[in-house]
């Protein structure tokens, strides 16, 4: 069955500092999908990336970057620079290729970034 | 502007009054779903369709109905209410399956006393 672990369940920086957040999966499909959700205040999901599980290249938008490594089920998240609007729930969720059409989603990270 | 919505935002309701969230999406795409947000459960699928006439249970469909008539709507029903339904519902579209990115709208907050 696919899980996802998101250890963290809170963490507070000040602003400017550099955050990880963990995310770890489950699955025994060879073919899946990973995403990152942001839950702002505002209770609204947004969309931040996915990566197919053929694809462990790391990737970076601005202050974003993402390190998926296979050998550890992990997909973590970093936020360079932290900023107050980073504030915010984060959620990583996985779907599998061949299972039931859902994602299924971490327990989220609450990122708290103190001016 | 490519969305989904949701209607309403907030509902107060009571105990077997039934109800139809209401979920929308214009950028054309086949699957849908529906979600429910709880402390401490996080998110979970209540149900999905694949396309129009194609729907199937998540992992808590107990007390929902769905439909998908037209490829853009699709309405979450409760036909008689209770208390642990009071949740945050989101809807979301992706252009075919999970493995897409999902568009989520922007969420109804339900109570039911």
């Known amino acids: 069955a696919q899980k996802v672990t998101q250890a963290q369940t809170e963490i507070s920086v000040v602003e400017k500092e550099d955050v990880t957040l963990d995310c770890v999966y489950e699955?025994?499909?060879?073919?899946?999908?990973l995403f990152w959700y942001k839950q702002p205040p505002s209770g609204e999901l947004v969309f931040l990336i996915r990566?197919?599980?053929?694809?462990?290249q790391n990737e970076i938008s601005g202050r974003y970057s993402w390190n998926f490594q296979k050998s550890t089920s992990s997909f973590n998240f970093t936020i360079t620079a932290s900023q107050v609007v980073d504030s915010a729930v984060y959620f990583c969720a996985l779907s599998e290729a061949g299972g039931a059409q859902k994602l299924v989603f971490g327990q989220g990270t609450r990122l708290t970034i103190n001016p | 502007e490519a969305q989904v919505t949701q209607n309403p935002r907030y509902l107060i309701t009571v105990t077997g009054k039934k109800l139809t969230v209401t979920c929308s999406q214009n950028?054309?795409?086949?699957?849908m779903s529906w979600y429910r947000q709880d402390p401490g459960l996080g998110l979970r699928q209540i149900y999905y369709?694949?396309?129009?006439?194609?729907?199937d249970k998540g992992d808590v469909p107990e007390g929902y109905k769905v439909s998908r008539k037209e490829k853009r709507n699709f309405p979450l029903i409760l036909e008689s209410p209770s208390p642990n339904q009071t949740s945050l519902y989101f809807c979301?579209?992706?252009?075919?399956?999970?493995?897409?990115?999902?568009?989520f709208g922007p969420g109804t907050r339900l109570t039911v006393t």
């Open positions: 950028m054309n795409h086949e699957y």
């Open positions: 990566r197919n599980s053929f694809d462990e």
């Open positions: 699955t025994r499909d060879t073919t899946y999908y």
């Open positions: 979301a579209s992706s252009l075919s399956g999970s493995r897409y990115e999902q568009y």
């Open positions: 369709s694949m396309n129009v006439e194609v729907t």
